[in-house]
C-alpha cells in the first residue's frame, strides 16, 4: 500500500507489486526508460515508493493496480476502512540512541571539525538520533497514518517496503514536483520549536526569522536546489523569498522554487528528485564530506528516513517528499529519526531542542505524548 497527500487530497494506491527495485540510484533514469517501455505495461500506469537516505541502498517503487485521488475526509475513511480491526499495538519500550548528552558530543564533534575545516571545507552536517519503540504488536502504519492526517500543514504518507515493513510520516519538505515543464522545489531548513504559548510562539518564529544562524543554514540548501536544476530549467526563480513554514510543532525557514524545464525530454520528477537527493537540509555541505561525518558519527543507518518518497508516471511527471518526520516499521518495532543542521554558531542544546520537537508528531500519533514515560537510553 502507497498514501501521499496530493493537492489537499491524497492518493491512496493498493495492489500490484513488481515495479522496479533499484540498488543505488546513479542509474535511476535509465531504470526508469526500460521500465516504463516494457511492453506488458498498462498505459497509465505509475510507480509508486521510497529512496532511502544512502544513495546507495535500495529504491522500492512499486507498480499499483489501484489507484484513487480523493479528498483529505474522504481519504481519512478509506484509511479508517484499511486499518487493521481491534486496538491498536501500545508501545512498551522506548530506547535513545544516541542518549542526549551523547547526541551533544555529537554535534560538537561536528562543530570542531566544522571550525578546523577553512572555507572550502565542511560548512554543514545533519546529525540525527533515533528512538527505538517497542510495541506489544504488530505496528499498523494505516492507523498511524490517519492519525497524522489531523495537521494539515504537512503531507502524510505511506509506503509499505515488504511484508511487515513500512515507513509512514507526516513531512512538511517537498523535495520536487513536475507536471508537464513545470517544476516546485521548497526545501526548509533553520527550525525552532512552536510553544503552546501564542506569545513564545510569536517570539520563537520572530528569532528564526532573525537568526543568521538559521540564514545560513538555510542559504546553503536554496543554493544547492538552485546548482542542481539550472541545467535542465529555462527559468528558475524563488520570487517569494525565503518565509516562515510551520507544522503543528516546529517552526522553520523555507523557500519556494519554481522552475521551467528547457524540455520535454528533461529527467522527470524521479530522477530530478535523486539528482537532489541528498540536499544539505538533510544531508550537510559539501555533500560528501557531509556524509563522511554522518557516517562516522552517526551509529545506525538511517534506512528511509530523510529519504524521499513519492510518485512518478509515463511522462515523467510526479512529486517527490523528504521522509521526515516519520516512523519505520519493522513488525512490533517502530523506529523514529530526527535531524538538526548544525553549522558554526551552533548550540548543542537548542539542536536537541529541535530534535525533541521533530519528534513530537509522531510520538503523538503513537500514542506517547505524555512526556515521555517508557524512555531509556541506550549506550
Ligand atoms: C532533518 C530533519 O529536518 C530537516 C532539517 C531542518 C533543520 O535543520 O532546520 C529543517 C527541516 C528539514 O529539512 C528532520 O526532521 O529530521
Not at 154 to 162: I, K
Not at 317 to 343: F, K, N, P
Amino acid at each position: 500500500m502507497f498514501v501521499i497527500g496530493f493537492d489537499g487530497g491524497l492518493f491512496v494506491t493498493s495492489g500490484g507489486g513488481a515495479g522496479l527495485r533499484c540498488q543505488g540510484i546513479d542509474r535511476l533514469g535509465e531504470r526508469l526508460a526500460t521500465y516504463f517501455s516494457g511492453s506488458d505495461v498498462p498505459a497509465g500506469q505509475i510507480l509508486v515508493g521510497a529512496i532511502p537516505f544512502d544513495r546507495s541502498e535500495e529504491t522500492v517503487l512499486v507498480a499499483p493496480q489501484r489507484v484513487c485521488r480523493v479528498g483529505r475526509s474522504e481519504g481519512a475513511a478509506i484509511l479508517g476502512q484499511m486499518r487493521r480491526a481491534g486496538a491498536p499495538a501500545q508501545p512498551v519500550h522506548v530506547t535513545e540512541t544516541p542518549p542526549a548528552p551523547v547526541y551533544a558530543d555529537m554535534v560538537n564533534a561536528a562543530l570542531a571539525r566544522i571550525d578546523g575545516a577553512g572555507a572550502a571545507g565542511l560548512s554543514k552536517v545533519v546529525l540525527s538520533r533515533a528512538l527505538r519503540i517497542e510495541m506489544d504488536g504488530p505496528a499498523d502504519p494505516v492507523a498511524i497514518a490517519q492519525r497524522l492526517l489531523n495537521d494539515t500543514s504537512v503531507t502524510v504518507f505511506l509506503a509499505t517496503l515488504q511484508d511487515d515493513k513500512a515507513i509512514v510520516g507526516a513531512t512538511p519538505e517537498l523535495l520536487l514536483s513536475r507536471r508537464g515543464l513545470d517544476i516546485v522545489s521548497h526545501p526548509l531548513a533553520g527550525s525552532m520549536p512552536r510553544s503552546p504559548d501564542p506569545v513564545a510562539d510569536r517570539a520563537a518564529a520572530d528569532a528564526l526569522l532573525r537568526s543568521d544562524k538559521d540564514r545560513r543554514e538555510h542559504e546553503l540548501v536554496v543554493e544547492a536546489v538552485f546548482d542542481t536544476l539550472a541545467p535542465y530549467c529555462a527559468e528558475l526563480s524563488a520570487r517569494q523569498g525565503t518565509g516562515l513554514r510551520s507544522t503543528a510543532t516546529v517552526w522553520h525557514l523555507g523557500t519556494r522554487i519554481e522552475g521551467r524545464l528547457k524540455s520535454e525530454d528533461a529527467p522527470s520528477a524521479a530522477v530530478l528528485a535523486a539528482l537532489l537527493h541528498p540536499t544539505p537540509a538533510v544531508g550537510g555541505y559539501p555533500r560528501q564530506d557531509a556524509l563522511a561525518t554522518i557516517r562516522e558519527l552517526e551509529t545506525y543507518s538511517r534506512g528511509y528516513y530523510a529519504g524521499a518518497v513519492g510518485w512518478v508516471d509515463e511522462k515523467g511527471d510526479g512529486e517527490w517528499h523528504v521522509s521526515l518526520r516519520c516512523a519505520q516499521i519493522d513488525g512490533r518495532t517502530v523506529t523514529l529519526h530526527a535531524g538538526a543542521g548544525i553549522v558554526a554558531g551552533s548550540d548543542p542544546a537548542a539542536e536537541l531542542a529541535e530534535t525533541a520537537a521533530k519528534f513530537r508528531a509522531m510520538l503523538g500519533a503513537l500514542g506517547l505524548d505524555d512526556g515521555g514515560r517508557l524512555f531509556e537510553d541506550a549506550a
